[in-house]
T-cell receptor, first 111, second 114 residues
Framework: ELKVEQNPLFLSMQEGKNYTIYCNYS?????LYWYRQDPGKSLESLFV?????AVKQEGRLMASLDTKARLSTLHITAAVHDLSATYFC???????????FGKGTTLSVSS | GAGVSQSPSNKVTEKGKDVELRCDPI?????LYWYRQSLGQGLEFLIY????????KSGLPSDRFSAERTGGSVSTLTIQRTQQEDSAVYLC????????????FGPGTRLTVL
C-alpha cells in the first residue's frame, strides 16, 4: 500500500525561526507536490518537484526532493505569521491518476 | 482566469436523503478529480475522469456514491441514502491532462449529514 507520511503533524513556531517539514513516501515516484491550505479554504499548489535533486524556492519556502531516499523537505526560513496554514505533500498514485496525500502539517507561527 | 468552482459551498441534509454536488473545472482541463477531506482521514481520492469517462473509480467508498461528467466539463458527484459518515468536505480538482500535471482545486462543498 502506498503511504505518504509527514512529520511533524503540528508545528508551532516563533516568528523569525527556521524549521523543516519532512515528507516520506513509499512509492518509486519521481514527482512530488506540495500544497498549502488555509483554514476553511481549498488547496493551493506551492511546488511541483519533477526529478531527483529538484529544488524550488518561493519566498521563505524551499522544497527539495531526494527520490533515492523517497524524501522531500519543505524548509521554512525566518517564519512569519502569514505562513500559518496546513501544508500537504502528495505523490502520484500507482494508477497514475490520483494524488496520494500525506495527512498534512499544521503550522502556527506566533510572535 | 476562472478557477475550479463548486456548488453548493455548504450542504446540510438529513440521513437517508440523496445529494448532488457539482464541479465546474477550469476551461480546457481534460482531467477532473474528486477527493474527500474529513477529520482523521485526511484527503482521500474518490474518482478520476479523463474527458467524460472515468477510468479510475477505485476510491468510491460504496455503491451509494456515483459521479458523471458531461461535455468534458461539468461533473456531478451523487451520494444516495446519505449516512452521517459521509459528512466531509468534498473537493474537486482539474488538470490540463492527467497526472503529473498540477491539479488545481476548487473551494469544496462542506456536506453535513444530520
Amino acid at each position: 500500500e502506498l503511504k505518504v507520511e509527514q512529520n511533524p503533524l503540528f508545528l508551532s513556531m516563533q516568528e523569525g525561526k527556521n524549521y523543516t517539514i519532512y515528507c516520506n513516501y513509499s512509492t518509486t515516484s519521481d514527482r512530488l507536490y506540495w500544497y498549502r491550505q488555509d483554514p476553511g479554504k481549498s488547496l493551493e499548489s506551492l511546488f511541483v518537484l519533477l526529478s531527483n535533486g529538484a529544488v524550488k524556492q518561493e519566498g521563505r519556502l524551499m522544497a527539495s526532493l531526494d527520490t533515492k531516499a523517497r524524501l522531500s523537505t519543505l524548509h521554512i526560513t525566518a517564519a512569519v505569521h502569514d505562513l500559518s496554514a496546513t501544508y500537504f505533500c502528495a505523490v502520484d498514485g500507482q494508477a497514475g491518476t490520483a494524488l496520494i496525500f500525506g495527512k498534512g502539517t499544521t503550522l502556527s507561527v506566533s510572535s | 482566469g476562472a478557477g475550479v468552482s463548486q456548488s453548493p459551498s455548504n450542504k446540510v441534509t438529513e440521513k437517508g436523503k440523496d445529494v448532488e454536488l457539482r464541479c465546474d473545472p477550469i476551461s480546457g482541463h481534460t482531467a477532473l478529480y474528486w477527493y474527500r477531506q474529513s477529520l482523521g482521514q485526511g484527503l482521500e481520492f474518490l474518482i478520476y475522469f479523463q474527458g467524460n469517462s472515468a477510468p479510475d473509480k477505485s476510491g468510491l467508498p460504496s455503491d451509494r456514491f456515483s459521479a458523471e461528467r458531461t461535455g468534458g466539463s461539468v461533473s456531478t458527484l451523487t451520494i444516495q441514502r446519505t449516512q452521517q459518515e459521509d459528512s466531509a468536505v468534498y473537493l474537486c480538482a482539474s488538470s490540463y491532462n492527467r497526472v503529473p500535471d498540477t491539479q488545481y482545486f476548487g473551494p469544496g462543498t462542506r456536506l453535513t449529514v444530520l
